[in-house]
């Protein structure tokens, strides 16, 4: 089974339409749906071959058509309003009269057809029943208007008038130049009495799926709503064929050079990973085309970056294999993996469901492009799990267990400690002595980047400003200046005019009419020589404000729904202290974003949520740790629990972030232009989660923690105010008889 492409990647245009209500007709949910089975059919009849037709909220409806390059004619074809007649039938196709016509029935056959008798204006509506009783399977019951009811009956009392199996006693009913049913009329009905009380059925040989069907074109037909288009964009296909290349050589750049690392940090365990790697690969790509995906842009990015987090589990794996060997609790280097496969679980399973929360919100939340990104990283995270604690541990364990391996365990990769952890071990450093310095220097960070937003603003991409956006490739280079004064000149003076340096040009402008944009076109015609149009976007500025407060819900969603999850899985203090940190690394990606002027669009919503959800991994992985020493180590203060914890995580930290930053720098040298922001973003986010999960969100811990247990070890002393002294035989106010120096590990 192929995975379809998204028009990005294919090539095509996607139309946005808005159902609206009439002085009889609302344009609700019910009616919306009924527009959707009529477009089904209008676009059918232009021949697009797989096209995606959804409902998008309650009265709108998005339509994709691949291949489509003409944006004017689809939008005329869809912008009709339904026609939904019925009509007496004459006999088999001959000569047609003054108001007849000659129409295909459902087997094929031609039919002459009378002038109509009844339009949808006359139908009251359908519905698709399964008669129990006669045992006649489904049929479809239509229910009509007063008026209505007596043209049904004029007209099949004309019908009855012939005998059974000439075709003039059948009664064709038309929905938009097509006969979609034509039934006989019943043999009980008499000559010119018809069939009355309002009511009528039709009855064949259906199943449930075609009587429902020809229940909801009757329906639709019968009420019609008018559409409107509010967005209407054109993408060509060599976009596609440069994105998918581009997408290709960073996956196989990218794989190959997160395999060499796993390989040389992990040796032979590593070169098992990557075979799970090659299989996990295997099962998205299969996932996606099961469940019919449409592979997008963006989702083809998440496919890439989600190899790179695939590689997080195995790490984690194989560094408490490492511990357990280290610890020599284990008699084996199986019984070492196998330690190691129980211990991770769980931060494994916390890291994974917090990066699917981020990929659920886009798939629910997001709409077009990014909600197909959100359905690869999802499929990529589940495909993830499959292949480490499945694949990678059956192979791991097998090889573990053959004479050659258990006679030289070094060769696995998890005999030893490796170079990070014999660094950590040697010096042992106190990294939770001061705290407040951490957070400190968060906040100045914090404050630097997220003054840009103040100071440079938001360069929001045209999906929530609404306007459009046209690119041109030239054979002859232009100068973007030029184009700007020749644009000014032309009647465009805000016109945002942007080279890529390979002779495409880009101009964003405000809301243009065709005229306008064909003006716009000459005029880069006329600097560029020989000139194409690759792309046409056009969005109104209505579905602009529905994407900025759909990012606005999506973001505050994400941060409840994370702090929401850590409360119930640790304790608050940590989903509190996690959720800080999300917000933290939020406020700095868009704030560099800002000063580096970078569009903020809708690729860029998609990296944001997902820095959120993988962000957030370092912290859940740092205190699923912290929640396991305070387990085994009671009398242990906390800031020495916390500095353990991020020493002891601190490798894994290192080894994830290092295959993630590989794949996206893949993607940032070797992708389009339309994925090196993302790239770009998501980079920035690694890094900054990584700094925030060890010196932003473990400092607030331990100063919520301080907090927390102040008050009860004061009532514990009888409330005095003494002071106590430190270590060093200084005195040290009781205000900060809690600061981490004021009781030092055991042993240090």
């Not at 019910?30 to 037709?53: F, K, M, N, Q, Y």
């Not at 295909?104 to 039919?111: A, R």
């Not at 492009?369 to 799990?385: D, E, R, Y």
């Amino acid at each position: 089974m192929p995975v379809r492409l998204g028009l990005d990647l294919r090539g095509g245009t996607q139309i946005v339409l808005e159902t609206k209500s009439t002085a009889t007709t609302e344009a609700d949910r019910e009616a919306t749906d009924r527009t959707v089975e009529v477009l089904r059919g209008r676009i059918d009849a232009l021949g697009v071959a797989e096209p995606t037709i959804v409902r998008s909220g309650d009265n709108r409806v998005v339509v994709e058509l691949p291949g489509v390059q003409d944006p004017k004619q689809a939008a005329g074809v869809l912008g009709r309003t339904a026609q939904l007649t019925v009509h007496p039938v004459l006999g088999p196709a001959g000569e047609s009269g003054d108001g007849e016509r000659v129409l295909p029935d459902e087997s094929g056959q031609s039919l002459r057809l009378a002038a109509a008798g009844l339009t949808g204006q006359d139908v009251k509506g359908a519905d698709a029943l399964f008669d129990q009783q006669n045992g006649a399977g489904w049929l479809v019951t239509v229910d009509f208007k007063d008026a209505g009811s007596d043209r049904w009956a004029q007209v099949t009392g004309e019908a009855a008038c012939h005998p059974a199996g000439d075709p003039q006693r059948r009664v064709a009913i038309v929905l938009d130049e097509k006969i979609i049913s034509s039934p006989q009329v019943d043999p009980s009905v008499a000559c010119g009495a018809g069939i009355s009380g309002g009511s009528t059925q039709i009855t064949g040989s259906f199943d449930d799926a075609e009587a429902r069907e020809l229940a909801l074109l009757i329906k639709g037909g019968a009420l019609p709503v008018p559409v409107e288009t509010v967005e209407q964009r054109t993408i060509g296909a060599t976009l596609g064929d440069e994105a998918i290349s581009a997408g290709a050589w960073a996956a196989v750049i990218g794989t190959a050079l997160t395999a060499l690392f796993i390989i040389v940090v992990y040796r032979l365990m590593g070169a098992l990973a990557t075979v799970a790697l090659l299989c996990y690969g295997l099962i998205s790509y299969a996932g996606l085309a099961a469940l019919g995906a449409t592979l997008t842009l963006p989702g083809l990015a998440g496919f890439v970056l989600a190899i790179g987090m695939a590689v997080d589990a195995n790490v984690l794996v194989f560094e408490r294999a490492r511990e357990e060997q280290a610890a020599r609790t284990r008699p084996s280097t199986r019984a070492a993996l196998t330690e190691g496969f129980r211990s991770a679980f769980s931060a494994i399973a916390d890291s994974n469901i917090t990066t699917l929360i981020a990929a659920a919100l886009l798939f629910f939340l997001a709409s077009g492009p990014v909600k197909g990104f959100g359905v690869t990283l999802g499929i990529g995270v589940l495909a993830s799990m499959v292949s480490a604690l499945v694949i990678t541990r059956v192979l791991a364990e097998f090889a573990a267990s053959r004479p050659a391996v258990y006679r030289r365990p070094r060769i696995t990769g998890i005999a030893g400690t490796g170079p990070v952890r014999d660094a950590l071990l040697r010096r042992n450093p106190f990294l939770m002595r001061r705290p407040r310095r951490w957070l400190a220097a968060s906040l100045v960070v914090l404050v630097v980047a997220g003054s840009g937003i103040l100071v440079r603003g938001l360069n929001f991409g045209i999906e929530f400003t609404g306007g459009r956006l046209i690119e041109y490739s030239t054979t002859a280079q232009v100068d973007p200046d030029r184009a700007r004064d020749a644009l000014a000149d032309a009647g465009f003076p805000r016109a945002v005019v942007q080279s890529s340096g390979d002779g495409d040009l880009t101009v964003r402008t405000e809301e243009l009419t065709d005229a306008e944009a064909a003006t716009v076109t000459e005029t880069v015609a006329g600097m560029g020589g020989d000139t194409e149009k690759v792309r046409d976007e056009l969005i109104g500025p209505s579905l602009g404000e529905e994407l900025r407060r759909d990012a606005l819900i999506a973001l505050g969603l994400a941060l409840g729904a994370q702090l929401l999850y850590l409360a119930a899985r640790f304790r608050l203090l940590f989903g509190t202290a996690a959720v800080s940190a999300l917000a933290h690394d939020v406020i700095i990606l868009v704030g560099v974003f800002a000063w580096l002027g970078k569009p903020i669009d809708g690729v860029f919503l998609a990296a944001l949520l997902t820095v959120i959800g993988y962000s957030v991994n370092d912290s859940v992985v740092l205190f699923d740790r912290v929640r396991e020493l305070l387990g085994r180590e009671r009398k242990t203060p906390f800031a020495r629990l916390t500095n353990d914890a991020i020493l002891q995580t601190l490798p894994r930290t290192v080894n994830t972030g290092m295959g993630a930053l590989l794949i996206l720098a893949s993607l940032a040298v070797l992708a389009d232009d339309s994925l090196t922001d993302f790239a770009l973003a998501l980079l920035i986010g690694v890094v900054v989660g990584t700094y925030s999960s060890v010196f932003t969100a473990s400092p607030l811990a331990v100063e919520l923690h301080g907090r927390e247990s102040r008050p009860g070890r004061r009532r514990g002393r009888g409330g005095g105010k003494g002071a106590r002294s430190r270590p060093d035989g200084k005195r040290l106010p009781e205000s900060r008889t809690e600061r981490p120096e004021a009781a030092p590990a055991k042993g240090s």
